[in-house]
């Protein structure tokens, strides 16, 4: 997406689609007032008309009258004046765009919504919602003959906001580059096509890339992806990403668990559960939208992506329940469900993260149905013995608009895991899936790693009916907020 600065001065502007806020108070943004006196007051007037209520998502449009040179006037609601909040920004840019679609015209204008009260952040929640509400995967349908596509849209500011816009176009962009992935299903991506787009994407970007094959996991002992991967017909891999300015401040690993698709394995999912579950790569793609990113914002931290990748089926090779494995850190796991897979995966992960003595380890995975049971839908799972780093996480979440809770790392519930003939099993008791997962992880995370997060993204990631700014199907969370956190520890030092 291009944005073009065209100043503010709108009465001399001409063109197609104006896109200006109201309050609920029923008053005008300060663009929107400008065009209102040129039109001796006919949007006002046709606002109370329609009794325009300015909610966030809600839209009203006119065509442009006397001194305005524009077609059509399209009115975004922004709530009430004192509350506006950045995701009220992106609501409304998302549906001024999807209405400037609707009117089948591509020369679209935005004044910076919410200016007022946001001052120029509002830019980049502005690109924001445009670039999240515009996006749709749609490439496998026939493309419909009078489609609009909006690739540039012009700006009512001036030069002072162009760093806020190109953040948000980043932030925005790199959600998008996960989305576009993790949409993709089970016979299109398999573990190696996740290890070729990384490679790509360190080849355009600068970025080091290592792949580890099967017979290189068995080298490296690890254990979890091998067992997982061994049902599918393709083979299961680790892939390595790393970005490494010359003076880093601080060493970052992000791993994302990269099940391609998970039937469950041998503890075969009801038809119900297994649909969607193409979504269970959605924490590696997260990792691949992060270091992209991460090459374009120039960051002064080195960080680590990780991805852990195979497919759960249940193939006449496939690991069962009671088997037993032993990782690399000594740690024997008894398998009580082929179902709980991501943990495994992860355990490897975790423990070649360890190894690499970061400052900060963050991990990334649609874990536990538990974790959606207890959030809801929409919300995701913060687990952390640094509870300093939990509370960045969830302030940040507020920011960009991605939900976070946290929940207890709770000892008491780690008698749960304790295996008949092994030091631990892979589920818990009934009671608190998401949290013995999260207990489960931290079994493989060096007591070294003073910063270790898990994030349960399996209600977020994916969604099954549009909401918000974001249409069915992966949104790309969290990956806006963990770069967003890679920013500020970055400006640290
Ligand atoms: N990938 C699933 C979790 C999931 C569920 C993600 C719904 C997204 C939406 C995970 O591998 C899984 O199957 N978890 C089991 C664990 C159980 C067997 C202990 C679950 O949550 O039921
Ligand atoms: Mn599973
Ligand atoms: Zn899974």
């Given at each position: 997406?291009?944005?073009q600065?065209?100043?503010?001065?709108?009465l001399?502007?001409?063109?197609?689609v104006l896109?200006?806020?109201?309050?609920k108070?029923?008053?005008?943004s300060q663009?929107?007032?400008?065009?209102d006196?040129?039109?001796?007051?006919?949007?006002q007037?046709?606002?109370?008309?329609?009794?325009f209520e300015?909610?966030?998502?809600k839209?009203a449009?006119?065509?442009?009258?006397?001194?305005?040179k524009?077609?059509?006037?399209?009115?975004?609601g922004?709530g009430?004046?004192g509350?506006l909040e950045?995701?009220?920004?992106?609501?409304?840019?998302?549906?001024?765009l999807?209405?400037?679609k609707?009117?089948?015209n591509d020369?679209?204008?935005f004044?910076?919504?919410?200016?007022?009260?946001?001052g120029?952040?509002a830019?980049?929640?502005?690109?924001?919602?445009v670039?999240?509400?515009?996006?749709?995967?749609?490439?496998y349908?026939k493309?419909?003959k009078d489609?609009?596509?909006i690739?540039?849209v012009?700006?009512?500011?001036?030069?002072?906001?162009?760093?806020?816009?190109?953040?948000?176009?980043?932030?925005?962009?790199?959600?998008?580059?996960?989305?576009?992935?993790?949409?993709?299903?089970g016979?299109?991506i398999?573990?190696?096509?996740?290890?070729?787009?990384?490679?790509?994407?360190?080849?355009?970007?600068?970025?080091?890339?290592?792949i580890?094959?099967?017979k290189?996991?068995?080298?490296?002992?690890?254990?979890?992806?091998?067992a997982?991967?061994?049902?599918?017909?393709?083979p299961p891999?680790?892939?390595?990403?790393?970005?490494q300015?010359e003076h880093a401040?601080?060493?970052?690993?992000v791993?994302g668990k990269g099940?391609?698709?998970?039937?469950?394995?041998?503890?075969?999912?009801?038809?119900q559960f297994?649909?969607?579950?193409?979504?269970?790569?959605?924490?590696a793609?997260?990792?691949?939208?992060?270091?992209?990113?991460?090459a374009?914002?120039?960051?002064?931290?080195?960080v680590h992506g990780?991805?852990?990748?195979?497919?759960?089926?249940?193939g006449?090779?496939?690991?069962r329940?009671?088997d037993?494995?032993?990782?690399?850190?000594?740690?024997?796991?008894e398998?009580?469900?082929t179902?709980?897979?991501g943990?495994?995966?992860?355990?490897?992960?975790?423990?070649?993260g360890s190894?690499?003595?970061?400052?900060v380890?963050?991990?990334?995975?649609?874990?536990?149905?538990?974790?959606?049971?207890?959030?809801?839908?929409?919300?995701t799972?913060?687990?952390?013995?640094d509870?300093?780093?939990?509370?960045?996480i969830k302030?940040?979440?507020?920011?960009?608009?991605?939900?976070?809770?946290?929940?207890?790392?709770d000892?008491?519930?780690?008698?749960?895991?304790?295996?008949?003939?092994?030091?631990?099993?892979?589920v818990?008791s009934?009671?608190?899936?998401a949290?013995?997962?999260?207990?489960?992880?931290k079994?493989?995370?060096?007591?070294?790693?003073?910063?270790?997060?898990h994030?349960?993204i399996?209600?977020?990631a994916?969604?099954?009916k549009?909401?918000?700014y974001?249409?069915?199907?992966?949104?790309?969370?969290?990956?806006?907020?963990?770069l967003?956190?890679?920013l500020?520890?970055?400006?640290?030092?």
């Amino acid at each position: 997406m291009q944005f073009q600065f065209v100043g503010t001065d709108v009465l001399n502007l001409a063109g197609g689609v104006l896109i200006v806020g109201a309050y609920k108070d029923q008053t005008l943004s300060q663009i929107g007032q400008v065009v209102d006196e040129a039109m001796s007051h006919l949007l006002q007037d046709f606002l109370k008309d329609i009794h325009f209520e300015a909610e966030a998502g809600k839209v009203a449009f006119m065509p442009g009258h006397g001194q305005v040179k524009f077609k059509q006037i399209v009115v975004v609601g922004l709530g009430e004046k004192g509350e506006l909040e950045a995701d009220t920004v992106r609501i409304a840019a998302a549906t001024g765009l999807k209405k400037a679609k609707e009117l089948k015209n591509d020369d679209v204008y935005f004044e910076l919504l919410g200016a007022e009260n946001l001052g120029s952040r509002a830019g980049q929640y502005l690109a924001e919602g445009v670039l999240l509400g515009g996006y749709q995967f749609k490439k496998y349908k026939k493309p419909k003959k009078d489609i609009i596509r909006i690739e540039e849209v012009k700006i009512l500011t001036d030069e002072k906001v162009r760093e806020e816009l190109k953040l948000g176009n980043i932030l925005a962009s790199a959600a998008n580059f996960v989305r576009d992935i993790a949409n993709e299903p089970g016979n299109v991506i398999a573990p190696k096509d996740l290890a070729e787009i990384a490679q790509k994407l360190a080849e355009e970007t600068g970025l080091k890339c290592t792949i580890y094959n099967e017979k290189d996991l068995q080298t490296k002992k690890m254990a979890g992806i091998l067992a997982v991967g061994q049902g599918s017909a393709h083979p299961p891999c680790f892939i390595h990403l790393t970005y490494q300015p010359e003076h880093a401040s601080k060493r970052i690993v992000v791993i994302g668990k990269g099940i391609t698709f998970d039937s469950g394995g041998l503890d075969i999912k009801p038809e119900q559960f297994m649909k969607t579950m193409k979504c269970d790569k959605s924490g590696a793609c997260a990792v691949l939208g992060i270091m992209k990113a991460i090459a374009d914002l120039k960051l002064n931290i080195e960080v680590h992506g990780l991805i852990p990748t195979a497919e759960n089926m249940p193939g006449g090779n496939a690991f069962r329940p009671d088997d037993i494995i032993v990782f690399k850190n000594g740690k024997s796991v008894e398998i009580h469900s082929t179902d709980a897979e991501g943990r495994l995966i992860l355990a490897d992960a975790l423990i070649y993260g360890s190894e690499l003595k970061p400052d900060v380890m963050i991990d990334m995975a649609t874990l536990t149905g538990a974790c959606m049971v207890a959030l809801g839908r929409f919300t995701t799972g913060v687990f952390s013995p640094d509870k300093d780093l939990a509370a960045k996480i969830k302030k940040i979440g507020q920011i960009t608009g991605e939900k976070f809770w946290e929940l207890p790392l709770d000892d008491d519930l780690k008698e749960d895991l304790k295996g008949t003939f092994t030091d631990i099993k892979n589920v818990g008791s009934r009671y608190g899936g998401a949290i013995t997962a999260a207990l489960f992880l931290k079994e493989f995370v060096s007591e070294e790693i003073k910063s270790w997060v898990h994030l349960d993204i399996a209600g977020p990631a994916f969604l099954e009916k549009p909401w918000k700014y974001y249409a069915e199907g992966a949104t790309g969370v969290p990956v806006r907020s963990i770069l967003t956190l890679l920013l500020e520890e970055s400006e640290k030092r």
